[in-house]
């Protein structure tokens, strides 16, 4: 076949291509249109959709040439089915292509490598969170690719082969001289959406191959271990330091951006915390080390590297200390509270490593309690922010001093709603009306509202509990840590800095006089100064070695930076860099200024000394954590994990579960217990926990399995690990009434009901298990009593009327 005859061939080809681009032209208008109508700021409109629609072409023009011999080996094979395949390939792109700019929509940032950090549950909880799903959300998964036939059918009838030719040549020479002529077009923010998907994914796992542990080696084979006196104590000239230890309680806010403090662009929302500046130490110019909220723990708990997704998906996780085991084994009480599910992005695995003692999430609220109402989906993340505060306080009394605690807030986050939040929006247009100071307009408060309604509720929660606090008798001894995770992702962002610009607060009765730094230091920096802090002035048990990331806070007042911050900002993407004074960003390169504002530069010499400082800081993280070479376990006298498996464990779980999903382990593990394959069981369950510690039904079934091998002792402390951590969970108590009755352990059996029935475990079988432990205890009247107010309960019940007249 010569060129001609395969040029004419290939029209439908041809034809099918321009389709694609003007059906990615019409998305990229939507989305802008969405993004204006949603009141999102977009400066230089019309530069805004010039570049975008320059990117959709040069990736149809990609997708084209990529797709053309599918084309043309589907002619060959029958040429009525060239068309097709190529159709519905089209098909599945655009979907693919609209359903980025959906995620674009809601986060304002792109969806890239991160995606391969995240599970298929943790991005429906994600995703339903912002977004409520609905048959209008789907009905443009199917107008556009619809549109795109239409398109195509227009096409086919009216253009002319010769000029779709001519039209294509054109198009190809004039937006391949602009994308060469303006460079700018490039940015992420202008990029195609499945383009920037595609390429992010290619150079995650070009990095990933390039940083492979196997080929790195260090000379010093823990580069991070150092002497305890390599970190200063930059504290302690601020403190009156007392005789007791001090409390320490840690506040990390959902999406508290630097931005939203004091003086900055959207003041006005946080009166107290920035009634908080002049009393505190107070961080102007402070970054968190990633831009999500799964960098948060390891960052400020423990000043750990990244791995390669984020150190918390690391399983198991690389030996390592923080702040929650160093402080305990100083005989802190350590507690964590949340008002969401502590095993999302594996929280909780992290925390028991460090040997939390108390986890206070979802699961423990109970009754007096509101949750955060659910969207149409039916979704919630749990407790609002005051909720948890409350929770916090109620806990107190019951910890020991001196204390950690660590609390996450949760409410500043999509879908943005709480408890009383009419309330908060009136407060909104009261600021809106009186505060002539505010950094932005009327029109732009009330475009996000809800979010400002959101602060002010974070903020007044926050004032709620540290007054409450302050009523305490231990209040003069606590010190009070307070910063953001990141920088909360739906108010569009002024430039690449400011989504990990936060602040940061040590606030604290016991300072001798309050203190504003200009200096920058980020997350990794504030674990390494409180343990120097609290080695130096109190009776500690001193470590002679840290393995931290970075050299703690910077108490310099004026701006400066004397850190090398590699920044992630999402899961498996280390592509920014804060070195000196400048901000490096996917291959830009930016000024920061004292005010922490940047302005792009172009400075070869400091590009390539920092693209360079870069790549090593990948080399360290990956050589760190692949190789499991953070800290020797010789002087990691703090931590361990909860479970560890031998090589051939390991092999008969990867034989068990291939592509069987956590839910379906179980049920086999189930059927194994069943079965008397006990060992196999058991290996399941404590696979299954080493991910999902608060998994109960899992560990509920690990003790019964216990028991039905008469191991009661150990049966009874996993059942009573079920119902501390999730206490108003039936099956535990019912499967610890059972080994109670099995091992005649009646006293105890009575106990356990009734602590069930006060966490309103309100199952019958509950009942009758109580009933019938006070008849073996002779305590007749006591059990008519129980039995009595179960059939009232449940008249219709006539096996309750059975168990009666058995009492007689």
């Not at 036939?149 to 391949?176: D, E, H, P, Q, R």
């Not at 400091?606 to 050589?623: G, H, S």
Request: hydrophobic share 40%; with cysteine; charged share 20%.
């Amino acid at each position: 076949m010569n060129i001609k005859v395969l040029l004419k061939n290939c029209f439908p080809f041809i034809y099918l291509t321009l389709s694609l681009v003007v059906t990615f032209w019409f998305i990229s208008i939507f989305e802008i249109y969405i993004k204006v109508t949603n009141g999102i700021n977009l400066p230089n409109l019309t530069t805004i959709l010039a570049y975008q629609l320059l990117n959709d072409f040069g990736t149809i023009l990609a997708i084209g040439l990529l797709s053309l011999p599918i084309y043309v080996a589907f002619y060959f094979i029958k040429k009525t089915w060239s068309a097709t395949a190529i159709k519905v390939l089209f098909f599945l792109i655009i979907v693919g292509q609209f359903a980025l700019v959906k995620y674009n929509l809601t986060t304002l940032v792109n969806l890239g490598a991160d995606i391969l950090g995240y599970s298929i549950d943790d991005m429906y909880t994600t995703v339903t969170a912002s977004e409520s799903l609905s048959y209008l959300y789907f009905l443009p998964f199917i107008i556009f690719p619809f549109l795109y036939l239409g398109i195509n059918n227009l096409m086919l009838k009216y253009a002319k082969l010769n000029t779709v030719y001519t039209v294509s040549a054109i198009l190809i020479v004039l937006f391949g001289s602009l994308k060469w002529i303006i460079p700018d077009a490039s940015d992420s923010a202008y990029q195609n959406k499945l383009s920037f998907f595609a390429t992010d994914i290619i150079r995650f796992q070009t990095n990933k191959n390039a940083f492979n542990a196997a080929n790195l080696f260090y000379k010093k084979e823990y580069p991070l271990v150092q002497p305890f006196d390599a970190t200063p104590d930059v504290l302690a000239p601020f403190f009156e330091i007392q005789d007791e230890k001090p409390n320490i309680v840690m506040i990390i806010v959902e999406g508290l951006g630097a931005e939203f403090i004091g003086k900055n662009q959207y003041r006005g929302f946080t009166p107290y915390l920035d009634s908080l500046i002049p009393k505190s130490l107070y961080w102007e110019n402070f970054v968190s080390n990633a831009g999500r909220t799964f960098g948060a723990l390891p960052s400020i708990l423990g000043s750990l590297p990244y791995g390669e997704k984020g150190f918390l998906e690391m399983n198991p996780l690389p030996s390592h200390v923080s702040l929650v085991s160093i402080l305990k084994a100083n005989d802190y009480t350590t507690s964590f509270y949340s008002g969401d599910e502590s095993s999302f992005d594996r929280k909780i695995n992290f925390l028991e490593y460090n040997g939390i003692e108390n986890v206070i999430d979802i699961n423990k609220f109970g009754p007096g309690y509101v949750k955060t109402k659910e969207n149409s989906g039916g979704f919630t993340w749990g407790y609002p922010d005051g909720e948890i505060f409350k929770k916090t306080l109620s806990e107190l009394d019951s910890k020991k001093l001196p204390r950690l605690d660590v609390i996450m807030t949760l409410t500043n986050h999509e879908p943005f709603d709480f408890p009383s939040k009419k309330e908060y929006l009136k407060k909104v247009d009261q600021i809106i009306d009186s505060n002539k100071t505010l950094g932005i307009s009327k029109s732009e408060v009330n475009t996000y509202k809800d979010i400002f309604a959101c602060l002010l509720y974070t903020d007044n929660s926050i004032k709620n509990f540290i007054e409450s606090y302050s009523k305490r008798p231990e209040f003069k001894n606590t010190i009070f840590v307070i910063t953001g995770d990141h920088r909360l992702i739906p108010i569009a962002q002024k430039d690449k800095l400011c989504r990990f610009h936060v602040p940061l607060y040590i606030y604290s009765p016991l300072l001798k006089k309050p203190q504003s730094f200009k200096s920058v230091s980020s997350h990794w920096d504030i674990t390494p100064s409180l343990v120097s802090f609290l080695m130096n002035n109190y009776k500690m048990n001193k470590i002679e070695k840290t393995t931290w990331m970075s050299s703690g806070l910077d108490t310099v007042k004026k701006f400066r930076n004397i850190h090398t911050i590699p920044i992630m900002q999402n899961k498996g993407s280390i592509n920014d860099m804060i070195y000196k004074d400048f901000l490096y960003s996917n291959g830009d390169l930016f000024k920061i200024n004292e005010n922490f504002e940047i302005a792009k530069v172009n400075d070869g010499a400091m590009l390539k000394a920092i693209t360079d400082t870069l790549n090593e800081a990948k080399r360290l993280n990956a050589y760190l954590t692949q190789k499991n070479k953070i800290i020797p376990n010789s002087i990691n006298i703090y931590a361990k994990p909860a479970f560890e498996f031998s090589k051939q464990d390991l092999a008969t779980i990867k034989k068990l579960t291939k592509g069987l999903s956590y839910d379906e382990i179980f049920l086999l593990a189930r059927e194994f217990a069943f079965n008397k394959e006990r060992n196999k069981a058991m290996l399941l369950c404590n696979y299954i926990l080493n991910e999902s510690p608060n998994y109960a039904d899992v560990r509920t079934l690990k003790g019964r399995t216990l028991a039905w091998d008469n191991d009661y002792k150990k049966a009874e402390i996993e059942l009573l690990e079920v119902v501390k951590r999730t206490p108003y969970y039936n099956d535990s108590y019912l499967a610890l009434m059972d080994i109670y009755w099995w091992s005649n352990q009646d006293l105890k059996a009575i106990a356990i009901a009734k602590k069930g029935l006060k966490n309103k475990v309100d199952t019958p079988e509950l009942g009758v298990k109580l009933a019938q432990a006070y008849k073996r205890t002779n305590k007749l009247s006591l059990a008519n009593k129980v039995i009595d107010s179960l059939i009232k309960k449940h008249p219709k019940e006539k096996e309750l009327i059975k168990i009666k007249k058995s009492f007689i």
